[in-house]
């Protein structure tokens, strides 16, 4: 599942993906389990409204990795096709 992070375009980061999420550019969301829950209930509230898979990650250091990056991330959004990073 998190090789899709690898392959497809995607946004990094509580800003960059809840604004993402707030132009219908979402196909999925991944939210790291060790991020803090005030910077994820926002974004979280935005997919369930619009209906936007979420899926649970271990751990931010694991997510961040999946992404490509060295530090940790609290959200990653996997774009829809079309939809530029």
């Known amino acids: 599942m998190l090789l899709e992070l690898q392959t497809k375009s995607k946004v990094i980061g509580v800003k960059q993906s809840a604004k993402a ?3 219908d550019q979402a196909r999925c969301v991944y939210l790291a ?3 803090d829950p005030a910077l994820l209930a926002p974004i979280e ?8 898979p979420l899926i649970r990650v271990e751990s931010m250091a694991l997510l961040g990795q999946a992404c490509g990056i ?5 959200v990653a959004v996997v774009l829809k096709d079309g939809c530029a990073d």
């Open 45 to 52: 509230d935005q997919c369930c409204e619009k209906e936007i």
């Open 21 to 23: 999420v707030r132009a």
């Open 33 to 35: 389990e060790d991020a």
């Open 70 to 74: 060295d530090v940790g991330a609290a």
